[in-house]
């Protein structure tokens, strides 16, 4: 089945053949997972939330999703986190969003946030981490060698 949406026709569900050795028996839990990050992207996002530099985000996540671990059924906490029992609405929502309306609210989305700045100000991120952002053979930029990780940003 295939569900005209905003990037064009996508599968909603395609079955793997039993006989040509691609029936995978979890598949559905690949098909449950992408319904829960669109439900719990849309609870995020209602009333005019945000996710990126939304500082709730994280600390949600990390004590509904991650905290419980194997001690909560999945259904359950996505149920707990977002209020309602994992649906399809919002992963169907945002395949039926017309690709012109797609494009148009991101580029809205993206110009107000390259228009508020970072919140995180301007100062050195430290990740605790070596970073080299490399194409084929050739490093573009090092965190290390550029003088830290917003350099190297720059740079890249």
């Avoid at 079955?15 to 098909?31: K, T």
């Avoid at 004590?63 to 029992?85: C, H, I, K, Q, R």
Wanted: glycine share 10%; aromatic share 8%; charged share 20%.
């Amino acid at each position: 089945m295939k569900i005209q949406g905003g990037l064009g026709p996508r599968p909603l569900l395609s079955v793997p053949h039993i006989l040509s050795d691609e029936a995978s028996c979890y598949y559905h839990g690949y098909v449950m997972a992408e319904m829960s990050v669109h439900q719990t992207r849309a609870h995020f996002l209602k009333d005019g939330g945000k996710i990126v530099d939304n500082p709730n985000v994280g600390k949600t996540l990390s004590e509904a999703y991650w905290a419980p671990g194997n001690s909560e059924l999945f259904l359950d906490l996505v149920a707990n986190l977002t209020g309602e029992p994992l649906t399809g609405k919002a992963w169907i929502a945002a395949l039926e969003e017309p690709l012109e309306a797609l494009l148009a609210s991101e580029k809205v989305e993206y110009d107000a946030g390259v228009a508020a700045g970072s919140t995180h100000g301007t100062g050195e991120i430290d990740l605790k981490m070596h970073v080299r952002l490399i194409d084929g053979d050739e490093i573009i930029s090092d965190s290390v060698a550029d003088g830290g990780f917003v350099s190297a940003c720059k740079k890249f």
